[in-house]
């Protein structure tokens, strides 16, 4: 149960990090709205998850997630370039990710 809280947390940080993105400096309400939101969510779902994982394994996770999450995000729906080398780094992340919850699981 605490992986998917930590999933979920890293899911909600890719929210909030394109809602902060969409907020244009807390001028517009409704991304700014979206992203307190999804911050405070995302952080509370963490919080949960760290009753049962260890800190250091719970944070890269979900800071992994979010910026794997954040820059494919970028890369589909904002235009931001796409190249190998970026694809690669996002796949080394989430392989970063899964490695650190299989050593975790043992």
């Not at 969409?22 to 779902?45: D, M």
């Not at 998850?49 to 890369?75: F, K, N, Q, S």
Request: glycine content about 10%; overall charge negative; proline content about 4%.
């Amino acid at each position: 149960m605490a992986w998917i809280l930590l999933i979920s947390a890293g899911i909600l940080e890719t929210c909030f990090a394109v809602a902060l993105n969409a907020s244009e400096g807390f001028t517009k309400p409704i991304p700014t709205v979206i992203f307190a939101v999804c911050a405070i969510a995302s952080f509370a779902l963490l919080n949960l998850a760290l009753r049962d994982l260890p800190v250091g394994t719970a944070y890269a996770v979900w800071t992994g997630i979010g910026a794997a999450g954040t820059a494919t995000v970028g890369m589909i729906a904002l235009d931001e370039p796409t190249d190998v080398l970026r694809i690669g780094a996002i796949v080394l992340i989430i392989t970063g990710a899964i490695g650190l919850q299989a050593v975790e699981s043992h």
